[in-house]
Nanobody, 118 residues
């Protein structure tokens, strides 16, 4: 299994930027793709972005052009650069990983809170 520790959240004004990090540990040798998800207040968890082991990225339409997902395989760390933040981006952000043997992990970290407000 893989464990995740997300960090980098905080309070930011609309139009501001934040960079989230996710440190993975455990069965990291079997990680293929990685992804960010978020859960806003009173909402279900939703997918935000994915990056494959080859670096191919995909984004939800709501964040396309504003967010950038990246990874540092040497550090087993996933990043999410968030620019032009909007109040509707307010959520707890989580990361996850797809393992080559078992698929997407059933483990979730504690997440990191992002609040966009004036």
């Amino acid at each position: 299994q893989v464990q995740f520790v997300e960090s980098g959240g905080g309070l930011v004004q609309p139009g501001g930027s934040l960079r989230l990090s996710c440190a993975a540990s455990g069965s990291i040798f079997s990680i293929d793709a990685m992804a960010w998800y978020r859960q806003g207040p009173g909402k279900q968890r939703e997918w935000v972005a994915t990056i494959t082991s080859r670096g191919t990225t995909d984004y939800a339409d709501s964040v396309k052009g504003r967010f950038t997902i990246s990874r540092d395989n040497a550090k087993n760390t996933l990043y999410l650069q968030m620019n032009s933040l909007k109040p509707e981006d307010t959520a707890v952000y989580y990361c996850n990983a797809q393992l080559r043997t078992t698929g997407w992990s059933s483990n979730w970290g504690q997440g990191t809170q992002v609040t966009v407000s004036a």
